[in-house]
C-alpha cells in the first residue's frame, strides 16, 4: 500500500514539475519580445531641466507663445509713388466753353452813294443801314436856287427820312417827283450806288 501511495505521489510530483519547466521558457519567450521601456525625454546627466529655459520642468519644450516668433500685425505700408522733380502730373479736367456776354457791337452804319450830276446842279444821298435794313435816308448834296429849290425841297420832303420812300420801299424803285425829274433819277442814280456798297 505504501509502494503505492509513494509511486502516485512521485507520479504526481513529476507531471508538475514538467508543467513548470515546459510553461517557464514560453514566459521567458514572452518577456523577451516585450519591448523595452524608453524615457519619455531623456535629459543628459549633470543638467538640471529647470536650468534650460527651452525645456522646462517636464522635459518637454514649451510651447511658443502667441506672439513671440509670429510675425507682427503692424498695418501694411502706404504705398507712395515718388514724383520726379520739375514735372507736374495733375490732370485738369475738360474745361466747359467760354460764353461771351460781350454786348454785341452797333450794325448801324453810314454809306454815302456817288456824286450825280445833271443840268441843275448834283445830287448825292446817304442812307443808314442797320443790320440788312436801311433805316434812314439823307441828301448831301441838291439842286438849288429858283424853281431847283422848289423840286429839291419836293424831293427831299419824298424820299428823305426815316418815314420817306427810300425806307419804305427798301430799294432805288423810287415813284418820280412831278415836275423834278431830272432830280429824281439824279436822287435814284446816287441812292443805287450807296445800296450796292452796304450790300
Request: proline letters at 9%; zero cysteines; aromatic letters at 4%.
Amino acid at each position: 500500500m505504501r509502494r503505492a501511495l509513494f509511486a502516485i505521489t512521485g507520479l504526481a510530483a513529476s507531471t508538475a514539475a514538467l508543467v513548470v519547466l515546459k510553461g517557464s521558457p514560453g514566459t521567458t519567450q514572452v518577456a523577451q519580445n516585450l519591448p523595452t521601456a524608453q524615457p519619455v525625454n531623456p535629459t543628459p546627466q549633470g543638467v538640471d531641466p529647470s536650468a534650460d529655459p527651452a525645456v522646462g520642468p517636464t522635459g518637454a519644450a514649451p510651447k511658443p507663445s502667441g506672439t513671440a516668433g509670429a510675425p507682427s500685425s503692424s498695418p501694411k505700408p502706404t504705398r507712395t509713388t515718388a514724383r520726379p522733380s520739375g514735372t507736374k502730373t495733375t490732370a485738369k479736367a475738360p474745361s466747359a466753353p467760354r460764353t461771351t456776354t460781350k454786348a454785341p457791337q452797333s450794325t448801324t452804319r453810314r454809306v454815302t452813294g456817288s456824286e450825280v450830276k445833271n443840268e441843275y446842279g448834283y445830287v448825292q444821298v446817304q442812307i443808314v443801314v442797320s443790320g440788312n435794313k436801311i433805316v434812314d435816308a439823307v441828301t448831301l448834296q441838291l439842286p438849288s436856287g429858283g424853281e431847283s429849290d422848289i423840286h429839291s425841297g419836293d424831293v427831299r420832303t419824298m424820299y428823305n427820312g426815316s418815314g420817306g420812300e427810300v425806307v419804305q420801299k427798301q430799294s432805288a424803285n423810287l415813284n418820280t417827283v412831278s415836275g423834278a425829274t431830272e432830280t429824281s433819277n439824279s436822287y435814284k442814280q446816287s441812292l443805287r450806288a450807296a445800296i450796292e456798297q452796304a450790300f
